[in-house]
């Protein structure tokens, strides 16, 4: 049985202020969340904040990226050793904004999710189609081509304890949802893809759907059997709304 995960992936909003009233507002409604994992992906500037203010609670916390580099001359960059010298657990790779909007190619997703595993960060790496890849009926091998350039680099084992967080491009953002459906069968090749490789880790992994996930469909989009979870982008900016979400996990 996979234990359902609810993040949230901030993005570049907040600030110390809103971050407090957020996270107080989380914390509040957490005991009405019986099963689920529950964490949130910050802006790095504040990560140290965050940690504060969520030190003995059960939410978890990471970064939105992180450098293929330990440490040097890479002005802007943030290593691994870095995040997890304030706690983090979580830091996401692939992200579609990452990938189009600065340069990040399935090599340089590859080379993250290696360094970050194995520094003891879980890799939640982002994977999903376009909506012209989707129209020309080409999102299997889309995903299965970005699941790949991971797998070559790290093998099929490194999977395993990692989290794979299925955000097709055009739903994120956007209001429009991928339908139940269609992200269930999304998942399922996912893991029949990964079941080619090793069954166990295909059972084991959790897949997160991602795109326009709200209070409003979470439930049917969790009920689905190979969905494990949501990477919240707008949603996990109100609490009550993401609060909701987690609740429908479980
Ligand atoms: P939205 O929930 O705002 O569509 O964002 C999803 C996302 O990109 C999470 O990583």
């Not at 407090?20 to 904040?49: N, Q, R, T």
């Not at 939410?59 to 050793?81: D, H, L, P, Y």
């Not at 459906?181 to 079941?195: E, M």
Request: with cysteine.
């Amino acid at each position: 049985m996979r234990q359902p995960i609810i993040a949230g992936n901030w993005k570049m909003n907040g600030s110390r202020e809103s971050i407090k009233a957020l996270l107080d507002g989380i914390k509040a409604g957490m005991g009405d969340v019986k099963s689920a994992e529950v964490a949130v992906c910050v802006p790095s500037i504040y990560i140290a904040d965050v940690a504060e203010q969520l030190k003995g609670t059960d939410i978890g916390f990471g970064g939105q990226n992180v450098s293929t580099e330990e440490k040097g001359a890479f002005t802007g960059e943030i290593s691994t050793s870095m995040l997890l010298d304030f706690g983090c657990k979580y830091v996401l790779v692939g992200h579609s904004e990452r990938r189009s909007l600065y340069g990040e190619d399935d090599a340089v997703v590859a080379a993250k999710f290696a360094v970050a595993r194995k520094a003891g960060l879980i890799p939640v790496l982002c994977i999903g189609e376009t909506l012209e890849e989707r129209e020309n009926g080409t999102t299997e091998a889309v995903v299965a081509r970005q699941l790949d350039a991971v797998i070559d680099v790290d093998g099929i084992d490194a999977i395993a304890d990692c989290i794979i967080a299925y955000e097709p491009v055009w739903a994120i953002g956007t209001g429009k949802t991928a339908t139940p459906q269609q992200a269930q069968d999304v998942h399922a090749f996912i893991r029949s893809k990964l079941a080619d490789k090793s069954k166990d880790v295909a059972d084991k992994v959790r897949i997160q759907y991602g795109g326009s996930m709200n209070a409003g469909n979470a439930a049917e989009l969790l009920s689905q059997p190979d969905i494990d979870g949501g990477l919240i982008g707008g949603a996990s900016l109100v609490a009550e709304d993401f609060l909701t979400i987690c609740k429908a996990a479980g």
